[in-house]
């Protein structure tokens, strides 16, 4: 039986991204044999993936590292306040380098399947480069936005013209001079990537569908200064994230939008703008997202600005958002973004007023004009949180599909493990706060709990864990009772699954805060993981 197996392992890891490289470290350290794959070619993940010109994270570069290494975090040099993709993905190869992880990690492969043998208490995993893999527990670290979507446009396969989607950037760049170029969408990638495009191109369209709140992001290179004040208190500024709502560090705000006068919160908001600080606009008031009246003061401001910035007052109304509240949309930071709207050769489309038809070999075709492109860019989003998850065929007890499991939304315990699914694990799954934090607070977060995890497991002769029906649903209840009490579900987001047609309206982060949540997870390990079955 074991014969057909053509590696053996205690933890498949899915995924060579950061949280992939870490469960590497973590893992090996305490002398489990793991071992990861990954569909690309090089570790990083998103920061591999999303080569798009412009692409920068927005959270701050001292704060969007890893801090379990006091050394890592004090020799390495982070140059601007938000990084680029090249600069993280430089990051993420001195991990790899520092820490020697590729020997444990194999490129260009992807895992196909993976079936709980309930006899054995193991996963048999499978991969395209033809791997059987026999291993004791499973984590999947592959990503919460790597799934990307392709519009349902008709004809979108016959453009004979080039395109690209804002996640698979060819690595060699593209030369966008003098083209006429399109741009389909209006999230982060597209807010970000449109400046940068404009700068070189001959015309660009961008095609609009839903405006959306973006905010100056306010870079610049990081002084001297600031970046010594951070390191002498690194592990204040760390524990200060762990603890806090959203994984980064920030004041709290103690007060409603509603109890100050509109001059103070225009003054207040005006300031978090000029500073390029989201959290000075959005974190200024603590009813912003929860309360609509005080929410639409700040959503306000910003049509106030976008309607300052755009100088043709058509554009500037169809740049402004107004069915959904600030914020319930994942926000924007940008760089020059609707001040690019005032260059002669640039255009938007509002696909509000105007449909796209088809895409014909050499143009968009919309309900008003036919209009030529060289260039195409998808800047479409992605199946979220659970794309890259379901798309793995998962076998758990009695054959059950994970994805027909969920087929009516996610279901899971602390977004960590799934009833009928023994011994696997996510990091940043659903129900956890993942894409509404830190990503590297998030991950360290988990990657530090399923490594205890299992290490316990281990040290009392378990040979599986995995979550009750009854905690689980306990869970799934808590965590849409937290998302309704907020504005948060009343916009057709990613976090809402509303992007993508067909996949059930539920919210799928935690949004009861970083801090409240990695207590909770705490105390359940503390009390013998309460709400999980162990097993021998
Ligand atoms: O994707 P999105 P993204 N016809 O889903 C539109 C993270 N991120 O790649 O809103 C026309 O936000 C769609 O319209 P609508 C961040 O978490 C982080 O930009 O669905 N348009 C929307 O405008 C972010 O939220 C960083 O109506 C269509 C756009 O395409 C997440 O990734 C940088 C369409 C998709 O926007 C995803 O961002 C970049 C159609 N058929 C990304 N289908 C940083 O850290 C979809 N759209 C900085």
Redesign the pocket.
Known sequence: MTQKFTTELDVVVVGAGFAGMYLIHKLRGLGFRVRAYDAASGVGGTWYWNRYPG????VRSLEYSFSFDPELEQTWEWSEKFSTQPEILRYANHIADRYDLRRDIQFSTRVESQTWDEERARWTVTTDAGDVIDAQHVVLAVGT?SAPKL???PGIDRFKGEWYQ?QKFPKEGVDFAGKRVAV???????I?SIPEIAKTCGQLTV?Q??P?FSFPAGNRPLGRREVDDTKADYAGLRQEARESFFGQTGPEALQSALEVSPEEREATYREGWEAGQLIGILGAYNDLITNKEANETAAEFVRERIREIVKDPVTAEALCPYNHPVGTK?PC?DTGYYNTFNMPHVRLID?RKTD?EEITETSIRTSEEDLEFDIIIY????DAMTGSIVKIDIRGREGRSLADEWKDGPATYLGLMVAGFPNLFTVTGPQSPS?LSNMMVSIEQHVDWISDCVDHLRQQGLRAIEATPQAQNDWVAHTNEVADETLYPLANS?YMGA?VPGKPRVFLPYIGGVGVYREKCDEIAREGYKGFALSN
């Open positions: 692409a920068r994270c927005d936005l519009p349902e446009i804002t389909i969408g209006t999230g982060s990638s597209a970000q095609f569908r839903t959306n994942r930071l696909l796209i800047a479409t989003g992605f894409v990613w992007n």
